[in-house]
C-alpha cells in the first residue's frame, strides 16, 4: 500500500520523543527569558547584576544582584499565574537554593561582608513582574 501523499507544507506526525526534547527546549527558552525579565524589573530598581544561572553546591541560582550593601541572591518562578509562581518555591528548593548561595560565598569571600539577602520573582503572563523582598531565609549562613 503507498503512503499517503503530503504537501511540501504539511506538519510531519509528531514523534514522541522529539515532542519531550521539544518540550525541554521550550521550556529551557521560557526560562531564559523569565530571568532576563526578572533582571530588567530588578535594574529599573537599582540592582547590579553580579551573575546569572550559578549552579553549585547541589542546587542553582537564578540571580546574584546587588544593590549598595546588601547582596541578593534571587529564585526566579514563572507560572500561569502569580500564585502558582509563589507555591513553586519549596522547602527542597530552598534547601538546595541555601547550599548553591554558600558556594558561592565561598567562591567570592569579598562579598561575605555584606547583607544577604533571598529574594523570589514571580512571572505570570500579562503581569509586571512581582519582587518579593527577603522571600525566604537562606539556610546555614
Request: without cysteine; hydrophobic residues 50%; glycine residues 10%.
Amino acid at each position: 500500500m503507498p503512503a499517503p501523499s503530503r504537501s511540501p507544507g504539511a506538519a510531519m506526525p509528531k514523534v514522541e520523543r522529539g515532542d519531550a526534547a521539544a518540550r525541554r527546549r521550550a521550556s529551557y527558552r521560557h526560562g531564559r527569558r523569565s530571568e532576563w525579565l526578572a533582571l530588567a524589573a530588578l535594574m529599573l530598581k537599582g540592582y547590579r547584576p553580579l551573575a546569572l544561572r550559578f549552579s553549585a553546591g547541589g542546587g542553582e541560582i537564578d540571580l546574584i544582584v546587588r544593590r549598595g550593601a546588601t547582596l541578593v541572591f534571587v529564585e526566579v518562578k514563572a507560572r500561569p499565574t502569580l500564585v502558582a509562581a509563589q507555591e513553586a518555591i519549596g522547602a527542597v528548593k530552598r534547601r538546595r537554593f541555601s547550599g548553591a548561595v554558600r558556594a558561592w560565598l565561598g567562591r567570592h569571600p569579598a562579598h561575605a561582608g555584606l547583607t544577604l539577602r533571598a529574594d523570589a520573582v514571580f512571572l505570570a503572563p500579562r503581569a509586571w513582574p512581582m519582587h518579593l523582598v527577603d522571600a525566604f531565609p537562606i539556610e546555614g549562613v
